[in-house]
Each structure stands twice: as C-alpha cells, then as structure tokens.
T-cell receptor
Framework: DGGITQSPKYLFRKEGQNVTLSCEQN?????MYWYRQDPGQGLRLIYY???????QKGDIAEGYSVSREKKESFPLTVTSAQKNPTAFYLC????????????FGSGTQLSVL | KNQVEQSPQSLIILEGKNCTLQ??????????LRWYKQDTGRGPVSLTI?????NTKSNGRYTATLDADTKQSSLHITASQLSDSASYIC????????????FGGGTRVLVKP
C-alpha cells in the first residue's frame, strides 16, 4: 500500500528531553511537511522540505528541528526548547512543492509527562 | 486574525439529514480551495479541490460551492451517515504568499442515529 506512515501513534516527553517523530512515505513525493494541530485551531506549518537535503522553516519552527537525508523520510525532533509541545503532529507530502493536494499521515499525539 | 474562518465550530445532526458548513476567507487572489475530512485521531483526507474559476464540485454526498466574489465556500453533506462524524477543514492556497496553505480551524460534525 502506498502512503505516509507516522510513528509512534502516542508519545510522551519528559521535561528537558528531546523526542523524535518519524515520518516515512512511499509515494515518491518530492515535498514533505510537518504541521502542528491544537484543538480548535487550524493546522500550523512547522517545517517543510521540497527536495532531499533541503528544508525550510514554517510559521512555528522554534523549538523544532528536521532532517531530509532521504526522499522517503522526514523526521521531526521536538527539542527541550519547545516549552508547549503537547499537540497532535501531522506529517504530509505532495508530489511537488507547489502546494498541490496533500496526503497526510495518521498523526502522532505528543504529551508532556 | 485567521484568514480562513469556518462556521459553525461544531454541530449535531440526525442521521439522514442534510447540513451545510461555511468557510469565509479574507485573502485573494488564491489558487485553490480545498475541503478535507478528518476523523478523530487521524490525518485529514481530501474531499474536494476547487480553483478560483469553479463554482461547485461534488464527491459523492459531499458538494462544495465557491463564490469568489463574496469569498465564501460551503460544504453540503446530503443524507448524512454516522460515518460522516468528523471534522471538516477548509484550506486556502494563497498565490500572494507563494502558494502557502492556510487552514481553517475546522467544523466538528456529530451525526446521531
């Protein structure tokens, strides 16, 4: 099956800890994105990558980091600098970076212990 | 101020009834307006995509309309089913911002038997 796989489904972070959310796609898409979703709010863009080994900050990049070493993979690290990390994190991809139809993963719920 | 506003925030309807969700946007010109369906704890899935020149687009029991003059879109659900219980998200692609996507906060729909 083609699609986007996010893991884990649920993640708990201790104070001062960095955690990494995984996102893998087998759609052969060039562009990948990370969004944060808070209750009642629209999705907010954290980081995006239009091509391997290149990525750009979104609207709320502070406290997060990413890498794009392979076309299929776009992991997101939530660092200890992110003081309010509790949210639902969604990874998405599109065929190119020109904001075409997005395909989303099933999300990771991150909570703080 | 969010550039994409959705209303109502939530609604409850009886199975078999119709309902209409609203999306107002304040920025133009835009490239595309999309409606996504998001089941609880899952990623959004695209329902319809419309360009600025299209007035209506259907996907089964879902019909989206667009009035570019008033900058309004609506999503009409016909003969609702229990599986329609979800959040519905309006997304505008803004040309002036390099085709950046702006997400509405969503409307949560609960269909009761």
């Amino acid at each position: 099956d083609g699609g986007i796989t996010q893991s884990p489904k649920y993640l708990f972070r201790k104070e001062g800890q960095n955690v990494t959310l995984s996102c893998e796609q087998n759609l052969n898409h060039d562009a990948m994105y990370w969004y944060r979703q808070d209750p009642g709010q629209g999705l907010r863009l954290i980081y995006y990558s239009q091509i391997v080994n290149d990525f750009q900050k979104g609207d709320i990049a502070e406290g997060y980091s990413v890498s794009r070493e392979k076309k299929e993979s776009f992991p997101l690290t939530v660092t200890s600098a992110q003081k309010n990390p509790t949210a639902f994190y969604l990874c998405a991809s599109s065929l190119t970076g020109s904001s075409e139809k997005l395909f989303f993963g099933s999300g990771t719920q991150l909570s703080v212990l | 101020k969010n550039q994409v506003e959705q209303s109502p925030q939530s609604l409850i309807i009886l199975e078999g009834k119709n309902c209409t969700l609203q999306c107002n946007y304040t920025v133009s010109p835009f490239s595309n307006l999309r409606w996504y369906k998001q089941d609880t704890g899952r990623g959004p899935v695209s329902l319809t995509i419309m360009t600025f020149s299209e007035n209506t687009k259907s996907n089964g029991r879902y019909t989206a309309t667009l009035d570019a003059d008033t900058k309004q879109s609506s999503l009409h659900i016909t003969a609702s089913q229990l599986s329609d219980s979800a959040s519905y998200i309006c997304v505008v692609s803004i040309v002036a911002a390099g085709n950046k996507l702006t997400f509405g906060g969503g409307t949560r729909v609960l269909v009761k038997p």
